[in-house]
């Protein structure tokens, strides 16, 4: 009962081609294709720049300056002769 019997996948590819189509089937499978040889090129690509990375000179990170207290609406808003609303 776990495993699908070949009876199974064939009903399940029928069932594929009908929704599918035959004429949508190739172009499907070319696409796939396709995304897979780029899917594998990037992978590579990275592979062969992590070592690359790793032997050159990590550049200093700037500290952010670290603040002890949240910032307040006030510390954001205009002055009062700004303010439209008291106009």
Do not use: C, N
């Amino acid at each position: 009962m776990g495993a699908m019997s070949p009876w199974h996948w064939a009903i399940v590819l029928l069932v594929v081609v009908i929704l599918f189509g035959s004429k949508k089937l190739p172009d499907a499978a070319r696409g796939l294709g396709q995304s897979l040889r780029i899917f594998k090129s990037e992978v590579k690509e990275m592979q062969k720049e992590g070592p690359e990375k790793a032997k050159a000179k990590p550049e200093p990170q700037q500290e952010l300056p670290q603040s002890t207290t949240p910032a307040t609406p006030q510390q954001y808003s205009t002055p009062d002769h700004a303010d439209p609303k008291s106009a």
